[in-house]
């Protein structure tokens, strides 16, 4: 479990974390997000123990990072996965790790199995590897010492769909295992897919903390895609009730406004076929590009932090 507790950091007089309070449990997947500059590599840092906080504190299993007798045991991590040593082999990286932290040597082999590097592409240099082979040795490093915690600053940056996949399929089973799994993302649908739970926040300051699906359903337009072979009939019949229709990305309208049911009995009442009717929520994207633009806005009016909350509501509404 980690606990930010009115954590805060400033450089000089700019304050990238602003009194953050959040908790992130076991036994999740929960996803970090915000915008560039939001302050989520500095809140990464404060919980590892990379730079200290200007107020508040963190803990990671209700220890701050300073007082964990073998750190790497706790918690593993993975901010920058170009890291290494490129005159070192992989496998020789991850057996100095264990060596100096207590950590039986056997444990090397056990990772380079767990994250899929072969034992002879481990021995080779780590300076040849490719994006994907570097960020997969960062998580055979963040993993090493079978922490309870892990922590990783957008993981799945530059990978293939494969690389995708796979961090996700680890991510998820880490997590089921009863791990705290704390990752952030600036990929939306793919944090979508990975995240059970989000922190979300915006310029230093806590937007949301809550499950994945209450964020989407609670601050998304519930709307519904319609699709017709008569699509130019349907959408005046539309547009006269009322509704606002646009073209959906996957074809079809998605129309905000009337009901499914509505939209059925309106096309029935004019004789207009309907081959689909189906009622959507908002993707993560889209409901979070809302919060954090209106975050933002909030943010350059400067008004106090409470107001944000009821304010990013109605917005969102
Ligand atoms: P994110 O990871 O969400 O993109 P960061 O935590 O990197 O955000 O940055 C948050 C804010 O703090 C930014 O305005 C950034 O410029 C500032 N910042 C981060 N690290 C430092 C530092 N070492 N010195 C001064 N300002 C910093």
Redesign the pocket.
Known sequence: MIEATELTKR??G?T??DRLSFTVRPGRVTGFL??????????MRLILGLDSPSAGRVTVGGKAYADLPVPLRAVGSLLDAKGVHGGRSAYHHLAGLAASNGIPRRRVAEVLDLVGLPEETARRRTKGFSLGMGQRLGIAAALIGDPEVLILDEPVNGLDTEGIRWIRGLMKSLAAEGRTVFL?SHLMSEMELTADHIVV?GQ?RLIADTAMRDFIETNSRAHTLVRSPEPERLRTLLEAAGAHVRLDARGGWRVDGPDAPSIGDLARDHGVAVHELTPAHSSLEEVYTTLSRSSVEYRAEDRPQEATTTRQKETAR
Do not use: F
């Open positions: 450089y000089g700019r990238a974390v915000g915008p560039n500059g939001a302050g989520k590599s500095t809140t952030s926040i230093g």
